[in-house]
């Protein structure tokens, strides 16, 4: 049924509906998922090394996704080894020496100029989260709740697995935003990193019979959650999708 639904559903993540899993066009992005998909796999079977492998090679292929995977095999390796998360305190670290200017340093505080940045927010406002419109907003919302169910479902291997896409796909939106809104930042604007949500997205996707099979089988309030999540994923794109997933939040919580 996973699979199922990740051939016929809305394949979109991301801006006003552009880019999305299995294109149905040739593209460098064509080429690279199956290499992505790949290191995923090897990922959630333990082998990380091999996983990180098909990343570096894929980014041959299609750079901006290649990141966009490596921030989720980071988050995956930090959530089972917190000395990953020294990754983080380096990365500020380096931001910090390059406020002083150092030379080798200087394109990590590189920033539009007010031309430049009103050519980006034209043409390619689409990095500017910000700019999204709703229905975009609640796909990552529901595609989120969707995951977050999986982490409560899953099993011992496979929770960190989904709660990383999870971590994953918030730090990469927040980065984007971040980047876009507060810095005008060359670099972090260029990446697109809010381009982890297409992890998530296809996640929560594949993920949804298993998440409804588990809501089903609880008491109590648990088909009703379930119907919910349902009426929520066929209906995403419009206004009551909102409400639906409140009210599967509510009572879930409940």
Sequence with gaps: LGVALLLSYFPFYGPWVIFSYGEPFLTARSVAEPFFL?????????RAKSSLAVIVVAAL????LAIATACFWWVHQALRNPRWWLLALAGLGLLVLAAFELPLLEPLWRRYDDPWWQVVATRDAFVQPTRWARADWMNIALDSVIVLFAVQFASDRTRPFFLAAFVAGLIGVATAIAGTEFTRNVLLTSIQLWRTHWILHFLAVGTLPFVIHGLWKLPGTGRATAALLVTAFVSVRYPGSTGA?????GMHLG
């Design 245 to 249: 997933i409140l009210l599967a939040l």
């Design 38 to 46: 790949l290191a995923l796999i090897l990922l959630i079977d333990g």
């Design 61 to 64: 292929l299609h750079p901006l």
